[in-house]
């Protein structure tokens, strides 16, 4: 059996699965004290189940979130290292950004040597703060980790903690390796501290089953073994959805995801059975960074939304105002209007009926009128804004030749909806998008399960350049001497093992891993009208997915 | 999607960027013009976090199509022949940035896009100074056509003269034409000089500013400052168009000049253009990269002040004086040429016929082209023009084209023209009708 959990803005659902599906689930209020809340949660899950049969535990939190948002992060000093270019200052996080003297070019080669004098400086500064934790992140460290690691090397012991930006990922991208350093390296303690509590809570439960985390890329990562890495565990709640729907409907085909909650409905897709990845990073809290993330977009209408008339039209959303008046509430929602229709059996149906007349009145409509014409522009919404996703997948730039004569265009064949509402809303967005809808069986629940059945998910990028004699794969800290003979085949050899080892190190079984190669070129580096080497990229992943065992069973 | 964020900066400037290096595209396997090119280019923009920037958009390349091409080029024997799905989608690439800045989405548009164009003449047997097709020319007739702008400045900041966009724009008065580049008796292709000033329906319209090897920031700031941005205030254009060559840089290895890339950046905060489009430049480590990143800087109005090659401290070495004193007396005398009106002009009646021979010879194909125009000298449009072609290859051919805003004596006598060509003496006869937008050929 394995237990799955995912904190929601307003109920942290869990689950327990085994062979033939959902064994149990529970919904409980979130709380504004995160461990407590999970503490709830996990015992009223529990309270029936021999825990001894449970072998592995799954959570999706908000901990990383919430600290980014609420601005709880550690006090963490930066040192940075970025020569010419966009200005570092433009760029400074936290309350000790120092910009130090050298840097490297695009190749990797030192333009300039690291200063030591005014690293020591930078870390003294940070050091007579009071402050604890640094991050160091440099230019192309991602071409060359040696400034990262020598500025480190300087700063010896005197910090609990060293974030290095070429471990975040191996992109390109210095402002977002920079904010990415900061919030792994803010995230640290908290993480920690918020891992032990967790593990006290789990041992009094008695679930020793391994212990796993959910990402925002719809992969897991063991509890312990992240730590270095905290904020890759933020905003993990879309992604539990996208894996829950891919774990109960299968996705087959091309398959528009659509999580129509309270307040928010987020939107994704799944190519095959595989969730899209956004191709640059996640942005938590006001910083983007490089953390590797689904491809959700989110808008502000959901079942609880409050609906206006504003100059004659509809008006859905963004803010909820308390519940739907057929629970007391005071301003007339999506779910009165469902109520009213008759699709929905809950809450006190004359009040719902009420305040749709009342809000109907003036126009015109009676009160079914009112609820059709919400539930048209509800759907008609949601509707457009999954088009928009879609055509901004479609329309983002390809960089071959090849591709643009291929002009590979994604054309959703079906849509699936969970959350709260979908069975009620899903024929009215089947209907504007005209596409045919489903519902997955446990749709209130489907974010639990999908942590629940979530696989270790990795990535790595390898850049090789004969000429230089260099290889690199920063997420595995490999920095290597090659020679002439270095080809794609080598690289996907190396760019294999380190995978494999990456994703080990965060608690991949020894089962196989199915492996992607997302990205492959190799270019002819010409000096003169003569090739002088070869200059190799290489992403290969462990794309999001769902654990054997549980595909089996499907 | 979303670009917010306090890593995030905000661009003054809304700036479209059409970045297209062709990945899987070479001229030949170790041609300079080749896959590897942007690749650096590549990585620097998305290290310095340039397409997080909010307001830089960047935007997907569709292909040009034939019809974009025959507004301008006649193609020998056809358009099919002389390009490859590459200067298609590169011709696109500036296509998208015009669209971009016309519909108003972006306040400027940057196409850097290979292969480029700016040698490729009005005819086409082939490849040319590593160009097929002009791509600057078929974004400036599609703008015509598409958005009814009439004048438009491009101004050429490539380091070899662009004798492919001053063939084709040399009769049109609408069209200035202003290149700054290395002179040619030290440079391919060798032309460019004051004295070619246009044609004599667009005498004037027509403007190259050849510099001696070895100018440096100074000197080409002091040529933007003195005498292209008056000449563009002068003419008064509605749009202006920067044709990007980066081969002026001081690591260039193939040209002689000593520019940088905060100069380019300068240069191109002081020309603002619509549009820029990237040409030749071929350091592809060493220049390319900084050079990019600095126009991308500039044009989304960011300050440039930082942009810097590693090597800039080191390498750069500041203009001789005696180099500033020879730019300072040619900006003199072209600015008494083109500011006060004083070419000297031969006198020609209305209607007349002039006819030129030139000799064209195509470098990367070892092509050579005689070819006999002739433009109707006409007072009131820029004149019927016909031109008859033959190559080493064998072809001979005869275009005629009916000029944006023809008159009706031009327009007569450029159709009488066609009519009477006959297929005895050449292998394909083409009529560009510009009036009424349509192209035939027998």
Redesign the interface.
């Known amino acids: 059996m394995i237990l799955g959990l995912d904190v929601g803005g307003t109920h942290t659902d869990a689950v327990i699965i085994d062979e033939n599906g959902i064994v149990a689930e529970t919904k409980t209020l979130t709380g504004d004290d995160l461990l407590e809340t999970l503490r709830l949660s996990i015992k009223d899950t529990v309270s029936d189940i021999d825990t001894n049969l449970i072998q592995r535990l799954v959570f999706s939190t908000t901990m990383a979130t919430n600290a980014i948002v609420q601005d709880r992060l550690e006090e963490t000093g930066m040192i940075v290292s970025a020569g010419p270019g966009m200005d570092p200052d433009w760029f400074s996080v936290g309350p000790s950004f120092h910009v130090v003297e050298g840097c490297l070019d695009h190749q990797g080669l030192e333009a300039m040597p690291l200063n030591k004098n005014t690293v020591l400086r930078a870390s003294d500064i940070i050091r007579n703060k009071g402050i604890n934790v640094i991050g160091v992140a440099g230019k192309f460290s991602v071409r060359n980790p040696e400034h990262e690691k020598q500025i480190a090397d300087w700063i010896g012991n005197s910090f609990n903690h060293i974030a290095l930006g070429h471990h975040m990922s191996g992109a390109l991208n210095f402002p977002r390796r920079i904010a990415t350093t900061y919030l792994n390296a803010a995230l640290f303690s908290i993480h920690r501290k918020f891992s032990e509590s967790l593990i006290s809570i789990l041992d009094e439960q008695g679930l020793n089953a391994p212990r796993y985390l959910l990402k925002p890329d719809g992969g897991t990562a063991g509890l312990g073994l992240i730590r270095s890495f905290p904020a890759q565990t933020a905003q993990s709640g879309p992604a539990a959805s996208v894996m829950g729907a891919l774990a109960l409907d299968g996705c087959h085909g091309t398959t528009l995801v659509l999580d129509v909650g309270g307040t928010t409905t987020d939107i994704s897709a799944v190519l095959d059975g595989v969730p899209l990845l956004d191709p640059t990073g996640i942005k938590l809290g006001p910083y983007l960074t490089l953390v590797r993330s689904l491809n959700t977009y989110s808008i502000a209408i959901g079942g609880d939304s409050e609906v206006k008339i504003e100059n004659n039209d509809l008006k859905i959303g963004p803010l909820r105002k308390g519940m739907p008046v057929a629970f007391g509430g005071t301003a007339p929602t999506p779910t009165d209007a469902m109520i009213t229709l008759g699709i929905l059996d809950a809450g006190n149906r004359d009040y719902a009926v009420k305040s749709m007349e009342r809000l109907g009145g003036p126009a015109g409509w009676d009160g079914v009128k009112t609820a059709e014409n919400i539930m048209d522009r509800m759907s008609g919404i949601i509707a457009d804004a999954a088009k928009t996703f879609i055509n901004d997948i479609n329309s983002r730039p390809v960089y071959t030749i090849h591709e643009v004569i291929e002009d590979q265009k994604i054309e959703p064949s079906s849509v699936v909806v969970i959350g709260g509402p979908a069975p009620q809303i899903a024929p009215f967005i089947g209907k504007a998008l005209g596409l045919p809808h489903r519902v997955p069986p446990s749709f209130g629940v489907v974010n639990a399960v999908g942590a629940a059945v979530a696989r270790v998910t990795s990535e790595i990028i390898l850049q090789a350049d004969t000429e230089r004699g260099t290889v690199m794969i920063p997420e595995a800290g490999i920095h290597e001497k090659i020679d002439q003979n270095f080809d794609m085949d080598s690289a996907i050899d190396m760019g294999r093992k380190a995978l494999k080892t990456s994703a080990a190190e965060i608690g991949a079984g020894t089962d196989a891993i199915e492996i992607s190669i997302t990205e492959k070129q190799v270019f002819n580096m010409i000096r003169g009208y003569s090739r002088t080497g070869r200059n190799i990229r290489l992403k290969m992943c462990i794309t999001p997915g769902i654990i054997p065992e549980w595909k089996r069973k499907a | 999607?979303?670009?917010?964020?306090?890593?995030?900066?905000k661009a003054e400037r809304r700036t479209g960027l059409?970045?297209?290096?062709?990945?899987?595209?070479a001229i030949s396997?170790?041609?300079?013009e080749?896959?590897?090119r942007l690749?650096?280019t590549?990585?620097?923009v998305?290290?310095?976090?340039?397409l997080?920037i909010d307001g830089i958009v960047?935007?997907?390349?569709?292909?040009a199509d034939f019809d974009d091409i025959r507004r301008i080029h006649f193609c020998v024997p056809d358009e099919g022949a002389v390009t490859t799905?590459?200067h298609m989608?590169s011709a696109g690439g500036c296509l998208v940035a015009a669209d971009a800045v016309l519909s108003g989405e972006v306040d400027s548009a940057f196409a850097l896009v290979r292969p480029p164009g700016h040698h490729a003449m009005r005819v086409v047997h082939g490849n040319r100074g590593f160009c097929n097709i002009n791509i600057e020319a078929i974004m400036i007739e599609y703008l015509r056509e598409k958005y009814g702008i009439r004048r438009i400045a491009i101004v050429d900041t490539d380091c070899h003269h662009g004798d492919g966009t001053q063939d084709i724009y040399w009769h049109d008065p609408d069209t200035l034409y202003i290149s700054i580049h290395q002179d040619g008796r030290t440079l391919y292709p060798g032309s460019g000089f004051p004295n070619e000033a246009g044609g004599p329906n667009a005498l004037g319209a027509t403007v190259n500013i050849p510099l001696p090897p070895q100018t440096g920031e100074k000197g080409f700031l002091y040529v933007m400052n003195e005498l292209v941005m008056p000449l563009l205030n002068k003419f008064q254009p509605e749009i202006v168009i920067n044709s990007a060559g980066q081969d002026n840089h001081f690591n260039d290895?193939i040209t002689d000049m000593n520019f940088s890339a905060r100069g380019y950046a300068t240069l191109n905060a002081i020309l603002k253009p619509d549009i820029a489009v990237l040409e030749g430049g071929y350091a592809v480590?060493n220049a390319l990269?900084?050079v990019n990143?600095g126009i991308i800087?500039a044009m989304a109005g960011?300050?440039t002040s930082?942009?810097?090659?590693?090597?800039?401290d080191r390498d750069y070495k500041p203009q001789p004086s005696y180099i500033t004193q020879e730019i300072e007396k040619l900006v003199d005398e072209m600015k008494h040429m083109f500011l006060e009106d004083k070419i000297s002009k031969p006198e020609y009646s209305q209607g007349q016929i002039i006819e030129r021979i030139k000799d064209i010879y195509y470098d990367t194909d070892g092509i050579r082209e005689r070819q006999r125009e002739s433009i109707r000298y006409c007072k009131d449009c820029a004149g019927a023009l016909s031109i008859e072609s033959a190559s080493s290859l064998g072809q001979h051919i005869f275009g005629v084209r009916i000029p944006y805003g023809a008159c009706t004596a031009c327009m007569e006598t450029a159709l009488s023209w066609f009519e009477n060509a006959s297929h005895g003496s050449f292998n394909n006869i083409y009529l560009q009708d510009r009036v009424k937008g349509t192209y035939e050929r027998k």
């Open positions: 999607m979303e670009k917010k964020g306090v890593n995030i900066m059409v970045f297209f290096p062709a990945f899987d595209w396997p170790t041609h300079p080749r896959e590897e690749l650096y590549q990585d620097q998305l290290e310095e976090g340039l997080d960047e935007y997907k390349i569709r292909p799905e590459s989608i290895p480590e990269p900084y990143v800087m960011i300050d930082t942009v810097k090659e590693p090597n800039y």
